[in-house]
T-cell receptor
């Protein structure tokens, strides 16, 4: 069975600084996808970034990058130059087949 | 713009009532999903559908059923609501052509309170 672990229930970061949100996963599948989603207080889940298990390069999308370490089964999200609007819940997820499994989430607070 | 619409943002129901949560997507997606979200537990998959009239149990299907009579609509049914079903319910969809690892498109969620 697949499993996602996010060990940081809450984190604080100063505006304009970088922050890393941790994610480790457990799967026996050779092929899978890793995702990060953002959930602002409005409730809607927003897709941020995707990393395929066979991708050689770490994924990047604007200020978001995914630090993928396959051997360690970790897929940490790095947000550079944090903004106040980055305050939200962040979920790591793994997908194989039709199912996408989510972690418990990390709540990020950006301080002015 | 892609759109997944959930019929109700907030519902309050009584124990034992039958509850329908409706989800409609306008993107012609084949796959649709229902999750529930609880603090500290993240999102847990209740049911999913990979095509019209097709449905599969997710990780926590007990107490729920689903219906997908049309491609754009996926309904979650609580046959007899209980207080432990108080939660946020999120509907999502995904196109089949993106393969097995495509991103999910979510609705805004339905917060259900069962008294």
């Amino acid at each position: 069975a697949q499993k996602i672990t996010q060990t940081q229930p809450g984190m604080f970061v100063q505006e304009k600084e970088a922050v890393t949100l941790d994610c480790t996963y457990d799967t026996s599948d050779p092929s899978y996808g890793l995702f990060w989603y953002k959930q602002p207080s409005s409730g809607e889940m927003i897709f941020l970034i995707y990393q395929g298990s066979y991708d050689q390069q770490n994924a990047t999308e604007g200020r978001y990058s995914l630090n993928f370490q396959k051997a360690r089964k970790s897929a940490n999200l790095v947000i550079s130059a944090s903004q106040l609007g980055d305050s939200a819940m962040y979920f790591c997820a793994i997908s194989r087949g039709f199912k996408t499994i989510f972690g418990a989430g990390t709540r990020l607070f950006v301080k002015a | 713009d892609v759109k997944v619409t959930q019929s109700s943002r907030y519902l309050v129901k009584r124990t034992g009532e039958k509850v329908f949560l409706e989800c409609v997507q306008d993107m012609d997606h084949e796959n649709m999903f229902w999750y529930r979200q609880d603090p500290g537990l993240g999102l847990r998959l209740i049911y999913f559908s990979y095509d019209v009239k097709m449905k599969e149990k997710g990780d926590i299907p007990e107490g729920y059923s689903v219906s997908r009579e049309k491609k754009e609509r996926f309904s979650l049914i609580l046959e007899s609501a209980s207080t432990n079903q108080t939660s946020m319910y999120l509907c999502a969809s995904r196109p089949q052509w993106e393969g097995l690892t495509g991103e999910l498109f979510f609705g805004e969620g339905s917060r259900l309170t069962v008294l």
